[in-house]
Structures are given as structure tokens and as C-alpha cells.
T-cell receptor, first 113, second 113 residues
Framework: GQSLEQPSEVTAVEGAIVQINCTYQTSGFYGLSWYQQHDGGAPTFLSYNALDGLEETGRFSSFLSRSDSYGYLLLQELQMKDSASYFC??????????????FGSGTRLSIRP | GAGVSQSPSNKVTEKGKDVELRCDPISGHTALYWYRQSLGQGLEFLIYFQGNSAPDKSGLPSDRFSAERTGGSVSTLTIQRTQQEDSAVYLCATNRRVDTEAFFGQGTRLTVV
């Protein structure tokens, strides 16, 4: 089956660093993505990892280990506006070469002053 | 268009009525996805289109749900004989087949009373 596991909630302090983990189990794999969703808004793309290692984009970094079926999103210098839900997602490759995107259940990040 | 457009933004319907939800993708985006999101929950995959065909419709919850796409563009998600448990936000996302990023519309908030 296909599944992605991530913590349901994480709380952190403004200015600190937080890591949101994601483990996945899929029948095919084409990369791990992260999306951010503020309350009442649509998910927006943050990052994508196709190969092992760390990708850095400003205050956000994303890591992938394909051998461990594991990745994480690292948020540094947390700001109050980073309070949102964060979803990991995998793009699968199936026998038909079609590729759908499957999302995890999301991690709600709450930031305290 | 500049972004993914969904209509209506809000829909209140009586139990037992049929509803149609519309998604206008970004021009040139051949892949189109429908997701359902209940309050505070993750993104539940419903159906995936590549062009006008649907290689994966495994997420449709019941035969009351159907979707079509015409001209490789606009998609309509139809829910027949709506039930209260159908109340949720229905999100549409699109991308070019080889892209890694999916672009989401603002969603249709469906309330069945």
C-alpha cells in the first residue's frame, strides 16, 4: 500500500529551529515534496528532493534518504507567520507511467512568542 | 489563466441534491488532481487525470462521485445524492507532467445540510 507518516502536531518557539519528519511507503517513488498550508488557504509548494541529501531554500531546508524511505523539513529562524500545516508528498510512478501525488496527513506547526 | 481557478468557492446544498464542482487548470497543465480535505485533516486523494483520461480514480469514495475532463482542460467533479459526510473542502491541483510542483486552486467549500 501507499502511506506517508508525519507527526500530527509540533510546537516551537519563535526564532528557534524545528524539524518535521516524514516516512513513506510507496509502490514506486519519484521524489519527496513539501507543501505549506495556512488556515483557510490552499497548499503551496516549498521544496522537492529527488536525490539523497539536503536541499536549502532560504530558511527552509529539506532532506531525503531513499534507502531509509525518510525525509524531513527543517525550518530555521522561526517566525510567527510560519504557523501552518506542513504536508509531505510523494510522486509515484506506476506501471502506466502515470504519476499521481499522494500527501501525508499533515503536521500542524504552532509557534509561541 | 494565471492560476488554478475553482468554482464555486462556497456551496451549500441540501442532503440528497446533486452538486457540480468545477476546476479550470493553468494553461498547458496536462495533469489534474482532485483532493478532499475535511476540517483540520489531510489531503485525501480522489482522482487523477492525464489529459482527458483518468489513469487513477481509486480515491473516489463511492459511486456517487464521478469526474470528467474535457479538451484536456476544465474538469468537473460531480457528487450525486449528497450526504452530510460529503461536507469538506474540495481542492483541485494541476501540473505539467514532468513538473515536480503541483499548483492548487483555492478550493470549493461544500456544506451539506
Amino acid at each position: 500500500g501507499q502511506s506517508l507518516e508525519q507527526p500530527s502536531e509540533v510546537t516551537a518557539v519563535e526564532g528557534a529551529i524545528v524539524q518535521i519528519n516524514c516516512t513513506y511507503q510507496t509502490s514506486g517513488f519519484y521524489g519527496l515534496s513539501w507543501y505549506q498550508q495556512h488556515d483557510g488557504g490552499a497548499p503551496t509548494f516549498l521544496s522537492y528532493n529527488a536525490l539523497d541529501g539536503l536541499e536549502e531554500t532560504g530558511r527552509f531546508s529539506s532532506f531525503l534518504s531513499r534507502s531509509d524511505s525518510y525525509g524531513y523539513l527543517l525550518l530555521q529562524e522561526l517566525q510567527m507567520k510560519d504557523s501552518a500545516s506542513y504536508f509531505c508528498a510523494v510522486r509515484e510512478v506506476s506501471w502506466s507511467s502515470a504519476s499521481k501525488i499522494i500527501f501525508g496527513s499533515g503536521t500542524r506547526l504552532s509557534i509561541r512568542p | 489563466g494565471a492560476g488554478v481557478s475553482q468554482s464555486p468557492s462556497n456551496k451549500v446544498t441540501e442532503k440528497g441534491k446533486d452538486v457540480e464542482l468545477r476546476c479550470d487548470p493553468i494553461s498547458g497543465h496536462t495533469a489534474l488532481y482532485w483532493y478532499r480535505q475535511s476540517l483540520g485533516q489531510g489531503l485525501e486523494f480522489l482522482i487523477y487525470f492525464q489529459g482527458n483520461s483518468a489513469p487513477d480514480k481509486s480515491g473516489l469514495p463511492s459511486d456517487r462521485f464521478s469526474a470528467e475532463r474535457t479538451g484536456g482542460s476544465v474538469s468537473t467533479l460531480t457528487i450525486q445524492r449528497t450526504q452530510q459526510e460529503d461536507s469538506a473542502v474540495y481542492l483541485c491541483a494541476t501540473n505539467r507532467r514532468v513538473d515536480t510542483e503541483a499548483f492548487f486552486g483555492q478550493g470549493t467549500r461544500l456544506t451539506v445540510v
